[in-house]
């Protein structure tokens, strides 16, 4: 699977939108994108996922550039318990059958000021 | 509800004396999988279960063993536990290909 690159941390207040960003330029045509993340002291929960085009849920929307070398999480409205490390993971959902791997990099540690 | 629940949550062991750590889902979910967390190296997978009577190695299975009896159970097994598997445990599952994967609350595990 190939490799994604995202900032160590970032800040947000409360209450406005976040945009989690990550670059994923190696990325393959069969690469899904997914967001998972981890709240402190619990286990990584899944956000949303995506392969071309934008996709929203009642988390988050992802968008993917129309290159798809990058996306971008979108929280649209922070709230405290949004603070928790976010990992954007490549996945080849088509050849690797069998397999539910996820590969977690160091992902962005997001701190949401009151 | 729908979940994954491990036990237990936290154990404090001994170098060599062997344990399970019990991982169960209520989804009816084809494949499970655990990963250990150390600080710096991320989750790595350990092994993983595509269905009943199916396991694979994952990137880091020395030192465990896994079985796969029942759909709903995948428990990870230390015959002989050693330090360097002092971690922070996860059981993950899901229903089929590319679906999101529900985890547990994790295992912290300390081996002495």
């Known amino acids: 699977d190939a490799k994604t690159t995202q900032p160590n941390s970032m800040e947000s207040n409360e209450e406005e939108p976040v945009h989690l960003p990550c670059n994923h330029s190696?990325?393959?045509?069969?690469?899904?994108i997914h967001w998972y993340r981890q709240l402190p002291s619990q286990g990584p929960e899944y956000v949303i996922h995506g392969l071309t085009s934008n996709v929203n849920n009642r988390m988050a929307s992802l968008a993917i550039a129309e290159d798809r070398k990058s996306s971008t999480l979108i929280l649209h409205r922070a709230t405290l318990r949004d603070a928790a490390v976010y990992y954007c993971i490549l996945r080849d959902d088509w050849t690797n059958f069998g397999n539910e791997k996820l590969t977690f990099g160091t992902g962005t540690r997001l701190t949401i000021i009151p | 509800e729908a979940q994954v629940t491990q036990n237990p949550r936290y154990l404090i062991t001994v170098t060599g004396k062997k344990l399970t750590v019990t991982c169960s889902q209520n989804m009816n979910h084809e494949y499970m999988s655990w990963y250990r967390q150390d600080p710096g190296l991320g989750l790595r997978q350990i092994y993983y279960?595509?269905?009943?009577?199916?396991?694979d190695k994952g990137d880091v299975p020395e030192g465990y063993k896994v079985s796969r009896k029942e759909k709903r159970n995948f428990p990870l097994i230390l015959e002989s536990p050693s330090p360097n598997q002092t971690s922070l445990y996860f059981c993950?599952?899901?229903?089929?290909?590319?679906?999101?994967?529900?985890f547990g609350p994790g295992t912290r595990l300390t081996v002495t």
């Open positions: 279960s595509m269905n009943v009577e199916v396991t």
């Open positions: 993950a599952s899901s229903s089929q290909q590319g679906n999101e994967q529900y």
């Open positions: 190696t990325i393959s045509g069969t690469d899904y």
